[in-house]
């Protein structure tokens, strides 16, 4: 299947610090990628749709000053957490949309972020 | 999209076949149904999908009763490293969006 990787897997900053994590697709283009959050035990949360080209849409909920998102090429998107929290603590992971056939999901490994 | 509801947690004998099930009554006829399953900190991973039809690939078989409003993964020869979240999700394949939103899943133990 298609291969989605993140960057970094873990990242451990100070509070009021920025974390930048990268995904990307690397054998197929990605207009549409998706931005999750995951806690301890939890379901995965969608926190927003980044489009190439074009500002993100976020769901309800989730702070597009907090939580920055460019989708500068087909190939990477970068969500930016901004002014981190020890709340913003979480499991982030991103997916890219397969174009052809019924458009399936592949997912990142995963950037595990750890605010002190 | 539909609501999917499935157990919360099963267990299942290495070596046997897991059968996991999902209801999703209010499906629509253009919704598809999708499985993922995530194992403990890694990203979720892409396993199945089908519209009416039962499918099957190298990894389970998808089988989806005739009126659509459930279906059952089946892992025929369970192994420990299946054990994971498994993620039952229905929606509409769109030209552009195709959002998944994630329900609580199945933890699927296989015990040796």
């Known amino acids: 299947g298609a291969v989605v990787s993140q960057h970094p897997s873990r990242v451990i900053c100070k509070s009021g610090t920025s974390v930048k994590i990268e995904c990307r697709s690397l054998?197929?283009?990605?207009?549409?990628m998706f931005w999750y959050r995951q806690f301890p035990k939890k379901s995965l949360m969608l926190m927003a749709t980044s489009n190439e080209g074009s500002k993100a849409t976020y769901e309800q909920g989730v702070e597009k000053d907090k939580f920055l998102i460019n989708h500068a090429s087909l190939t990477l998107s970068t969500l930016t957490v901004t002014s981190a929290h020890p709340e913003d603590s979480s499991f982030y992971i991103c997916s890219a949309r397969l174009i052809s056939g019924t458009g399936e999901l592949f997912f990142g490994e995963g950037s595990r972020l750890t605010v002190l | 999209d539909a609501k999917t509801t499935q157990p919360p947690s099963m267990d299942c004998a290495e070596g046997r076949a897991a059968n996991l099930p999902c209801n999703h009554s209010?499906?629509?006829?253009?919704?598809?149904v999708y499985w993922y399953r995530q194992i403990h900190s890694q990203g979720p991973q892409y396993i199945i999908h089908?519209?009416?039809n039962n499918e099957t690939n190298e990894m389970a078989s998808l089988i989806i009763t005739e009126d659509r409003k459930s279906s059952t993964l089946i892992l025929p020869h369970a192994t420990l490293r299946d054990t994971a979240v498994y993620y039952c999700?229905?929606?509409?394949?769109?030209?552009?969006?195709?959002?998944?939103?994630f329900g609580e899943g199945t933890q699927l133990t296989v015990n040796p």
């Open positions: 054998d197929f283009q990605a207009t549409t």
């Open positions: 999700i229905v929606r509409v394949v769109e030209t552009s969006g195709s959002r998944l939103t």
């Open positions: 209010t499906i629509s006829g253009n919704e598809y």
């Open positions: 089908g519209l009416k």
